[in-house]
């Protein structure tokens, strides 16, 4: 059998993943995200209402027209994170196909459906348990567990025997991840030996040495960082991504082990959080605060205020969003005022564009401006290295290596290193998106 493998989004950018794979004109979509920082760049930009040719035009959903006319069996979506779900509501209601993915990941694609305005999506919606292998019209589905910045991310296999293709774009190897499953190496092994006929690979963290430091070493540096910066005795402010579960749950865990109450703030943190609750992903201690409406965060700050050494404020604001909740506490627009004895934690690296850099700057000199301490890059990425990226490549030994999930410089590394793994220039490639490969057959 021939499988053609068709980029649709994600190839010589950052954001916007979705590829097509079709076997005997067949095909199977995985993933539909959009491109962050394009729709970034129109200050008005309202996702909710705008149309598809608008998004594909600012580039910020893949643009899918290619795919028209061909018979598409499934959409299966790999982990949670917008730059692989947030055109679904675009972009799914043009395929009659189910759409595949965790618990997790189909909880939060839900709940971002919700703020669409402008399509119906009526497509079914297809649980299925991490690990577990699903069979569309004789089509094999496999949902490989793989670690992450988020919970219940699986690296799709999919094909029949011979001709499957590994989709390996967001994944980290991580052997203590503190929360959720590690990344299934055993099964991965199984791969190498059954002969794994392509895999694509994500490079966005590739051009770092790595490799990624665990979870449970990050837990114990915001340990020190929230040690040292409690010693002041004022406010600690902490910010990171909302959908990453297991960093908020270190820094909550340790609030309440250093006598302070942690205290989360914010629309996306509260949505990515009770969502994880719902499906019984995480628990956190009963007496917790996550809050989300603007009236009861007002008083709340207000009593934040008034004995700053008794909390931890947890808070949107990683990226220095203009209309986080770290942003406006900078800008004076709450009854929390910022000060000389106060510390901020940033539990994150700034995303590498020149929206999020400037913003980040801004909000940075503002705090700092009004007295504040500021640690930076408490944080390790939810992506491999080159070091474990080739660990992985290693794992799986792909007779096609074909780098994803990168602009062309970081695919261009990937394909370096695959010539330093052995691999000879006919198994390597450099795909771009709307060009299809053909394999196997
Ligand atoms: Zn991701």
Redesign the pocket.
């Known amino acids: 059998m021939m499988v053609e493998i068709l980029p649709v989004g994600g190839l010589g950018e950052v954001g916007k993943n979705m590829t097509a794979l079709g076997f005997d004109g067949k095909y199977i979509l995985v993933d539909m995200g959009i491109r962050l920082d394009s729709i970034m760049a129109f200050e008005d930009a309202n996702i909710g209402t705008m149309g598809r040719e608008e998004l594909i035009n600012i580039n910020g959903i893949p643009d899918d027209a290619i795919l028209r006319g061909r018979k598409v069996r499934a959409i299966v979506l790999t ?1 949670g ?1 917008l ?2 779900i947030g055109a679904v509501g675009k972009l799914a209601h043009a395929y009659d196909a189910p759409i595949y993915g965790t618990p997790f990941t189909i909880e939060l694609t839900k709940r971002l459906l919700r703020e669409e305005r402008r399509f119906k999506i009526k497509n079914e919606f297809r649980t299925v348990t991490p690990g577990d292998t699903v069979k569309v019209d004789g089509i094999e589905i496999e949902f490989i567990r793989a670690t ?3 919970l219940h ?1 699986t690296l799709p296999l999919v094909g029949n025997g011979g001709t499957s293709v590994l989709c390996a774009s ?1 994944f980290r190897l991580d052997e203590e991840p503190l929360l959720g499953y590690k990344t299934d190496r055993v099964r991965l092994k199984q791969l190498a030996n059954e002969g794994l006929l392509a895999a694509m690979v994500g490079a966005v963290r590739v051009d770092n040495p790595g490799p990624t430091p665990s979870e449970a070493h990050v837990k114990k540096q915001l340990e020190e960082v929230m040690k040292e910066a409690s010693s002041g005795g004022g406010l600690i402010l902490a910010t990171t991504f909302s959908s990453h579960i297991v960093r908020l749950k270190s820094i909550v865990d340790l609030s309440f082990e250093m006598g302070r109450t942690p205290v989360l703030v914010g629309r996306s943190l509260r949505n990515y959080c009770t969502a994880a609750l719902d499906l019984g992903l995480v628990d956190f201690p009963p007496e917790l605060y996550i809050h989300g409406r603007p009236n009861a965060v007002r008083n709340l700050l207000r009593d934040m205020q008034r004995s700053k050494e008794d909390f931890v404020l947890i808070c949107t604001g990683h990226q220095g969003e203009p209309n986080s909740v770290l942003s406006r506490i900078a800008d004076g627009q709450f009854p929390l005022k910022v000060s000389n004895r106060d510390e901020v934690i940033f539990s994150a690296s700034v995303i590498p564009n020149p929206i999020n850099e400037s913003n980040r700057e801004l909000l940075e000199t503002k705090l700092r401006a009004q007295g504040a301490h500021i640690h930076r890059d408490v944080h390790a990425s ?1 992506h491999a290295g080159k070091v474990d990226t080739a660990e992985f490549i290693e794992l799986v030994r792909p007779e096609h290596l074909i780098p994803c999930h990168g602009t062309s410089d970081k695919l261009r590394i990937m394909l370096e290193l695959g010539k330093e793994l052995g691999y000879s220039s006919g198994h390597l490639h450099h795909l771009r998106n709307g060009i299809s490969l053909r394999l196997g057959g």
């Open positions: 982990h994170h730059d692989h992450h910045s988020i991310t967001d939810g």
